[in-house]
């Protein structure tokens, strides 16, 4: 709002650097093996990775809660950074493995 109100950025271009590395991946309940087609049902089981300095966790449903075909069938979004490209690349796969969801297909192994 300030920007947009003629306030100047609190910081120049050339005042940024990048550090590190970040990759965000959607798990939705969709069956990459059948066209990504919604999956519907109960949430039997949902564990998700435990939110951490390099593992953030951005859901909306919670065990118990149904994916219906009226919605978006997006179980959490996962944002993952690390060092470099690599570390952060390996952090995903492991915040992808950390996911237990049971009542629905997702497109876990797909992200993997």
Same mark, same amino acid.
Not at 22 to 45: C, N, Q, V, W
């Given at each position: 709002? *300030?920007?947009?109100?003629?306030?100047?950025?609190?910081?120049?271009?050339?005042?940024? %650097?990048? #550090?590190? #590395?970040?990759?965000?991946?959607?798990?939705?309940?969709?069956?990459?093996? =059948?066209? /990504?087609?919604?999956? &519907? +049902?109960?949430? $039997? =089981?949902? *564990?998700?990775?435990? !939110?951490?300095?390099h593992v =953030?966790?951005?859901?909306?449903?919670?065990? +118990?809660?149904?994916? &219906?075909p009226y919605?978006? !069938?997006?179980?959490?979004?996962?944002?993952?950074?690390?060092?470099?490209?690599? %570390? %952060?690349? *390996? *952090?995903?796969?492991? @915040?992808? %493995?950390?996911?237990?969801?049971?009542?629905? &297909? &997702?497109? @876990?192994? /797909?992200? $993997?």
């Amino acid at each position: 709002l *300030r920007v947009a109100s003629g306030l100047p950025l609190p910081l120049r271009q050339e005042q940024l %650097a990048i #550090h590190g #590395h970040a990759i965000e991946a959607r798990l939705y309940a969709e069956d990459a093996d =059948r066209g /990504f087609l919604p999956s &519907t +049902g109960l949430l $039997r =089981r949902l *564990r998700l990775p435990s !939110p951490s300095t390099h593992v =953030r966790v951005d859901t909306g449903v919670e065990e +118990g809660d149904s994916i &219906t075909p009226y919605y978006d !069938p997006m179980i959490a979004k996962l944002i993952v950074w690390d060092v470099d490209r690599d %570390a %952060a690349l *390996r *952090r995903m796969s492991q @915040a992808l %493995a950390d996911c237990q969801v049971v009542g629905v &297909t &997702t497109n @876990a192994g /797909f992200l $993997r």
